[in-house]
């Protein structure tokens, strides 16, 4: 199946904290929208790898993602080598998006830089004619996306430019709910943690607040571009007063 947006996350839950909301306002105006998961989180203090992938599926559904898959890398050892970049080139061949949309490039949480260097290199890769890679028996065509953004995670990054999720917050949070092993739950004996205090999802919702107030809506997800942005209309522009 071809993407037009196709999001990379290092654990699931990344791509839902970060970029849920653009996926969803993408996917209202008739976009095919899919998210690859590295890795199944199995590192993480609350919950299980099953747990995790039975609440990604839930997530997906309020997402209404047209496809979701898991690479099942190591968490919190895969690394940026050739072994690894041919699997996220597979990926990239298979969906052939036109947007990715990938992890900060720097955060709290390592996997995250390392996952942002290694599609950014596999982006480029993937482009390459003569790095053959097969899937389903068959030689991938090339492919290589026009746009790779950076969201921005847990520490506050200056973003490039930010998108209107206002529509969609409240299925945006639902999404992040959907992890009831990894957010605030007070019905769950787990041991608490840095993301599972009432707290963390409230600044999520501030910084999508903050970020709305900054172009004149309520809500707003944040990215990063090493690629210059052009528009052919200033019609793409919100034009409200800030």
């Not at 890398?73 to 041919?86: C, P, S, T, V």
């Not at 390459?128 to 995670?153: A, C, G, H, M």
Request: net charge negative; aromatic share 10%; glycine share 6%.
């Amino acid at each position: 199946m071809k993407l037009d947006i196709l999001a990379f996350g290092a654990h699931p839950d990344d791509v839902e904290l970060s970029c849920a909301g653009t996926l969803m306002v993408e996917k209202l105006q008739g976009k095919k929208i899919g998210v690859v998961d590295l890795t199944q989180g199995e590192l993480g203090t609350r919950g299980s790898a099953e747990l995790r992938k039975q609440e990604a599926a839930a997530a997906a559904e309020i997402l209404q993602l047209d496809v979701r898959e898991n690479l099942a890398l190591a968490d919190g050892f895969f690394k940026n080598d050739e072994i690894h970049q041919r699997q996220i080139i597979r990926a990239i061949r298979k969906y052939q998006p036109e947007i990715i949309l990938c992890n900060a490039p720097d955060d709290r949480h390592p996997d995250h830089g390392r996952s942002a260097r290694l599609l950014e290199d596999a982006v480029f890769l993937s482009g390459l004619r003569k790095i053959e890679t097969i899937d389903d028996e068959q030689v991938q065509t090339v492919w290589r996306p026009s746009y790779v953004f950076n969201y921005i995670q847990d520490r506050y990054l200056h973003p490039n430019f930010v998108m209107d999720i206002s529509t969609v917050m409240e299925q945006k949070l639902a999404s992040i709910r959907a992890y009831g092993t990894q957010f605030e739950n007070p019905g769950l004996d787990e041991p608490q943690t840095y993301i599972s205090t009432p707290d963390f999802l409230d600044s999520v919702i501030y910084r999508a607040k903050m970020y709305g107030k900054m172009i004149g809506v309520k809500y707003a997800e944040g990215f990063i571009s090493r690629k210059m942005i052009g528009f052919n209309s200033f019609d793409a522009f919100i034009k409200e007063n800030t």
